[in-house]
């Protein structure tokens, strides 16, 4: 059991949409990501998802809506509701999902990442 230093840790890669793992917490992993541009539509069927901002800002559009989440804020996405990131600059996350979410949700893409690396 170790303090964890995030900037230290987001120091550690500059790659986008490529989510690391820091931690877990019972069967969720604690992921640290940078945003930058659109990521794609995709929604979760059985897992929520947790995104904390730890620097910067981003939006996550829904079908019906749009919301920004500034550096400070969280949003829980729930379960089955399709949802779409998209930072104008590079954003820091935190991130808190399922260890077997599959972060497309399943979708095959060129920003999938099977294997997640931990840092």
């Given at each position: 059991?170790?303090?964890?230093?995030?900037?230290?840790?987001?120091?550690?890669?500059?790659?986008?949409?490529?989510?690391?793992?820091?931690?877990?917490?019972?069967?969720?992993?604690?992921?640290?990501?940078?945003?930058?541009?659109?990521?794609?539509?995709?929604?979760?069927?059985?897992?929520?998802?947790?995104?904390?901002?730890?620097?910067?800002?981003?939006r996550l559009d829904f079908r019906d809506r749009e919301?920004?989440?500034?550096?400070g804020e969280m949003i829980v996405v729930p379960k089955?509701?399709?949802?779409?990131?998209?930072?104008?600059?590079?954003?820091?996350?935190?991130?808190?999902?399922?260890?077997?979410?599959?972060?497309?949700?399943?979708?095959?893409?060129?920003?999938?990442?099977?294997?997640?690396?931990?840092?």
């Amino acid at each position: 059991m170790e303090a964890i230093n995030l900037k230290e840790k987001l120091d550690l890669f500059s790659d986008t949409w490529t989510p690391k793992i820091v931690g877990n917490v019972d069967d969720n992993h604690v992921y640290l990501a940078k945003l930058e541009g659109d990521f794609i539509w995709h929604a979760h069927d059985d897992q929520d998802e947790m995104f904390l901002v730890v620097d910067g800002r981003f939006r996550l559009d829904f079908r019906d809506r749009e919301v920004w989440v500034e550096q400070g804020e969280m949003i829980v996405v729930p379960k089955g509701v399709e949802h779409k990131p998209y930072a104008p600059e590079i954003c820091s996350v935190l991130i808190i999902e399922k260890a077997d979410t599959d972060h497309t949700g399943g979708i095959d893409d060129p920003l999938r990442k099977e294997n997640h690396e931990r840092i």
